[in-house]
């Protein structure tokens, strides 16, 4: 019969510490212990296991073994829900209370964030939330990292360990500036701006994303223009420096600088972005995440 392991959730965060900073000496400045304190109790965890966790390389510090690279992934979300638990014992017979962070695609953010975050306040006030925004491959890796536990994303180019729920679909449409002579079309075809310049909206996976809905329309699009702003798309467009694809629209047709732009919508059979609720596949959700899908479901879906 195996023994129990024994040790303690103390020795679990200095283990946490060591295999995300790589260093005994960097976990010990962030757990403000001594490094030997820190080294300790990684042994211990290592004879508790009866297995290797980390692999001690006197040039380049520490790394995980496989081993410790699954126990890592474990640990993250058992770390979390104890976080939970001590949050619910303090506020037992009251509803949902602490942290959670929620990630976010930067595009997306601006459309989506503010009446979540409203809603999901009106129902949960105790909770506080906090958001991680960046472009799909670093909430990506903030899902992994366990600095987010849920995200609002595309789903572009998301990895095989990246659990999706779709929650709406984001057609695309092309953006003229006001006075072009398409602009009064309620049905163009993408390949009548074929031999127009192009701004791209150049971030990760979404640039890809807009020059395959042109590959799908039949032309290789001429880019005059690229960058990671989608404001700066918008306005780049009003000023007659091209068209562009995009899929969230706002709700009026100004830019920053009081410039138009137009919609056009597109008769095209092109494919749609889901918009996807997103988490790392295998880990459970603790109860305020929980919460915060229902809200992005109602709201999104509704």
């Known amino acids: 019969m195996a023994k129990d392991a024994n040790f303690t959730l103390v020795q679990l965060r200095y283990f946490l510490a060591a295999a995300e900073l790589g260093s005994m000496t960097a976990a010990a400045q962030r757990v403000n212990v001594s490094q030997s304190a820190v080294s300790t109790a990684v042994h211990h965890l290592e004879r508790e296991l009866g297995v290797q966790l980390l692999i001690r390389r006197h040039a380049?510090?520490?790394?995980?073994?496989?081993?410790g690279e699954r126990f890592?992934?474990?640990?993250?979300?058992?770390?979390?829900?104890?976080?939970?638990?001590a949050e619910s014992a303090?506020?037992?017979?009251?509803?949902?209370?602490?942290?959670?962070a929620v990630g976010c695609f930067q595009t997306l953010a601006p459309f989506y964030l503010p009446r979540l975050l409203r809603e999901f306040a009106e129902r949960q006030p105790a909770v506080r939330v906090e958001v991680v925004e960046g472009d799909i491959p670093a909430v990506q890796e903030s899902l992994r990292t366990g600095a987010c536990e849920l995200a609002i994303?595309?789903?572009?180019d998301l990895d095989r360990d990246i659990e999706r729920e779709v929650l709406a679909m984001a057609p695309p449409y092309a953006l003229v500036p006001a006075g072009h002579r398409l602009a009064g079309s309620t049905g163009a075809r993408l390949a009548d701006l074929a031999d127009e310049p192009m701004i791209l909206l150049d971030l990760p996976a979404s640039r890809d994303y807009f020059q395959s809905v042109a590959a799908r329309a039949g032309f290789r699009p001429r880019i005059s223009h690229r960058t990671k702003s989608y404001e700066t798309v918008r306005a780049l467009v009003a000023a007659g420096y091209g068209w562009?694809?995009?899929?969230?629209?706002p709700a009026h047709d100004l830019t920053y600088d009081g410039s138009r732009v137009v919609d056009l919508p597109l008769s095209d059979k092109l494919p749609a972005l889901p918009v996807v609720?997103?988490?790392?596949?295998g880990v459970r959700l603790t109860g305020r995440?929980?919460?915060?899908?229902?809200a992005c479901r109602e709201a999104l879906r509704g």
């Open 60 to 67: 380049k510090g520490l790394e995980l073994t496989a081993a």
């Open 72 to 85: 890592l992934h474990e640990l993250r979300g058992f770390l979390t829900h104890g976080d939970e638990l």
């Open 90 to 100: 303090r506020s037992l017979g009251s509803d949902l209370v602490g942290e959670l």
């Open 153 to 156: 994303l595309y789903d572009m």
């Open 244 to 249: 562009s694809l995009l899929n969230q629209r």
């Open 277 to 281: 609720l997103a988490k790392v596949r």
């Open 289 to 294: 995440a929980q919460a915060f899908a229902t």
